[in-house]
Nanobody, 120 residues
Framework: QVQLVESGGGLVQPGGSLRLSCAAS????????AKWYRQAPGKERELVAA????????NYLDSVKGRFTISGDNADNTVYLQVDSLKPEDAAVYYC?????????????WGQGAQVTVSA
């Protein structure tokens, strides 16, 4: 059964860091493109980072470039989002997402969300 379990959220001061984890089961992260989204209260969900492991490609939202890092760990079968130099505007619920091919259709799977709070 495909499942994504997130952890690593928390409360940090501006300039602080967190490492968000998205532990996967039912598939190997090495073969699956993965994305991190975030959604703040009253705001639309936005794509933060994406990784295509088989192609070695990574993309970031412009406002997080140089501060956030997406990666995958085959040993742990986990996708990570390292978030550094956090700003108040980074506060949101962060969701990991994968889209997998099943039969003749693509299915989307989501983590439960990790709350990131940035406050002094």
């Amino acid at each position: 059964q495909v499942q994504l379990v997130e952890s690593g959220g928390g409360l940090v001061q501006p300039g602080g860091s967190l490492r968000l984890s998205c532990a996967a089961s039912g598939f190997d992260v090495s073969i699956a493109p993965a994305k991190w989204y975030r959604q703040a209260p009253g705001k639309e969900r936005e794509l933060v980072a994406a990784i295509w492991p088989a192609e070695g490609r990574i993309n970031y939202l412009d406002s997080v470039k140089g501060r956030f890092t997406i990666s995958g760990d085959n040993a742990d079968n986990t996708v990570y989002l390292q978030v550094d130099s956090l700003k108040p505007e980074d506060a949101a619920v962060y969701y990991c997402n994968v889209i997998l091919q099943a039969w003749d259709e693509k299915l989307s799977y989501w983590g439960q969300g990790a709350q990131v709070t940035v406050s002094a």
